[in-house]
């Protein structure tokens, strides 16, 4: 993946208060379709779900091309890489239920699915071996096992934008009640109750969490954008 030291376009920073971080954005580009939410990097290649097409779409991040786009079977909320697949939640139906399934590229939608517990959720995260859901109303992350039965319970004081796993573990981005206030924060899963830790102020329109092994990439979901970024 490109780093940010690298990249041809001069990176966007965003201060912050005294002991944060700041936010520099290293590459902005244009989203392959409108309000791009989950994103997850599967190998080297960037996929990313759209509310306003309710489709997958592969991103070649080197070349910033589409190279493959599949339907999904209603609108993406989350999505993380496990096992060689992707798991994807979706919004399924007129009442909104959320259910998990599993995405092979090149085979498309496994059969079946599996109801996100009380049918709520939308960010995914995965450390590769545990799969974590972001249960933003209910204002907690679960565990979920094999079955998609809750393993264990996280409760959140604010609410979660966004998820995934760097070197130091599980960041999120935290929210207030509005998903206003976006902070990129620590969530330590050793601590049998994990306390949230502010980083950095981020993007007001930042959704979803994902990290190529040098840079971090969010979706600005309204903004039809999606970037790279570090923290210093």
Do not use: K
């Not at 590769?128 to 998609?148: F, K, M, P, S, W």
């Not at 979706?219 to 970024?229: P, Y």
């Amino acid at each position: 993946m490109t780093s940010c030291t690298a990249h041809r376009n001069p990176p966007r920073s965003r201060a912050v208060s005294d002991g944060m971080a700041t936010y520099h954005e290293c590459s902005r580009h244009a989203a392959p379709a409108g309000r791009v939410q989950p994103m997850a990097l599967l190998g080297t290649t960037l996929w990313a779900g759209s509310w306003e097409t309710d489709r997958l779409y592969a991103i070649d991040v080197a070349t910033w091309s589409v190279t493959d786009e599949v339907a999904a079977p209603g609108r993406p909320y989350g999505l993380t890489a496990m096992a060689g697949e992707l798991r994807v939640v979706i919004s399924v139906g007129e009442e909104d239920d959320r259910y998990l399934y599993r995405f092979v590229p090149g085979q498309g939608f496994l059969h079946g699915s599996t109801p996100c517990p009380e049918l709520n959720g939308s960010h995914l995260a995965s450390d590769g071996t545990a799969l974590y859901l972001c249960q933003a109303t209910n204002r907690r992350i679960v565990e979920l096992d094999a079955a998609g039965a809750i393993a264990r319970e996280i409760a959140l004081p604010t609410r979660c934008a966004g998820m995934g796993f760097g070197p130091d573990g599980l960041r999120i981005i935290s929210a207030d009640d509005d998903f206003d206030h976006l902070s990129f924060a620590t969530l330590d899963l050793a601590q049998p109750a994990p306390q949230i830790g502010a980083i950095a102020e981020m993007p007001a329109e930042a959704r979803s969490l994902v990290f190529d092994g040098a840079n971090w990439w969010t979706s600005l979901r309204e903004e039809g954008a999606i970037v790279s970024f570090t923290l210093e």
